[in-house]
Antibody
Framework: QAQLVQSGAEVKKPGASVKVSCKASGYTFTAYFMHWVRQAPGQGLEWIGVINPSGGSTTYAQNLRGRVTMTRDTSTSTVYMELSSLRSEDTAVYYC????????????WGQGTLVIVSS | QSVLTQPSSTSGTPGQRVTISCSGSSSNIGSNPVNWYQQLPGTAPKLLIYSSNQRSSGVPDRFSGSKSGTSASLAISGLQFEDEADYYCAAWDGSLSGWVFGGGTKLTVL
């Protein structure tokens, strides 16, 4: 069955960048899109963007455009989400989630990666 | 401030039926299907309902979804203690060209 395993927790200083990975297994990597969603402490879910692992095309949420970059490595079935110019408000758990199309439901989700931004 | 509006909390007793509402607009719920996710404490969200009323694999038929106009609902019948979780609705928004979520509803089973 499909499984998504994410990289470990990160602590970063304001202004730095963070790169989170999401390794897929149990399915054809290039046949599904990969979304990123984040959840600030005690808050709801926020969509970050989506990448097509087949061609590498991306769509980002308007409020993060310019600071977020999603890439993929088809040789290792891994997608990456890099967020730059980090601020304290970026402290959150970041999830990857698979979808058949950009507008289809998310299933499954990765276990989440905690990113803490603190001086 | 979330684009989709959900009640922040609801509660019920074992065996009872509860519903969680999700209100949106013509650019999201009004023109696209709604998905529901369950998030148990300390875990990642899990798909519960997709395409407004389809149960994900392994989800008990106690859970059901519906959509009408710019609103959607999740109903849970025969409430069990294990249903205590946060529930989120989500829909694609054509105007924003992105996904929008509700703020989440915390379900407490008393």
């Amino acid at each position: 069955q499909a499984q998504l395993v994410q990289s470990g927790a990160e602590v970063k200083k304001p202004g730095a960048s963070v790169k989170v990975s999401c390794k897929a297994s149990g399915y054809t990597f290039t046949a599904y899109f990969m979304h990123w969603v984040r959840q600030a402490p005690g808050q709801g879910l926020e969509w970050i963007g989506v990448i097509n692992p087949s061609g590498g095309s991306t769509t980002y949420a308007q409020n993060l455009r310019g600071r977020v970059t999603m890439t993929r490595d088809t040789s290792t079935s891994t997608v990456y989400m890099e967020l730059s110019s980090l601020r304290s408000e970026d402290t959150a758990v970041y999830y990857c989630a698979r979808a058949l199309t950009p507008t289809a439901w998310f299933d499954p989700w990765g276990q989440g990666t905690l990113v803490i931004v603190s001086s | 401030q979330s684009v989709l509006t959900q009640p922040s909390s609801t509660s019920g007793t074992p065996g009872q039926r509860v519903t969680i509402s999700c209100s949106g607009s013509s650019s999201n719920i009004g023109s696209n299907p709604v998905n529901w996710y369950q998030q148990l404490p300390g875990t990642a969200p899990k798909l519960l309902i997709y395409s407004s009323n389809q149960r994900s694999s392994g989800v008990p038929d106690r859970f059901s979804g519906s959509k009408s106009g710019t609103s959607a609902s999740l109903a849970i019948s025969g409430l069990q203690f294990e249903d205590e979780a946060d529930y989120y609705c989500a829909a694609w928004d054509g105007s924003l060209s992105g996904w929008v979520f509700g703020g989440g509803t915390k379900l407490t089973v008393l």
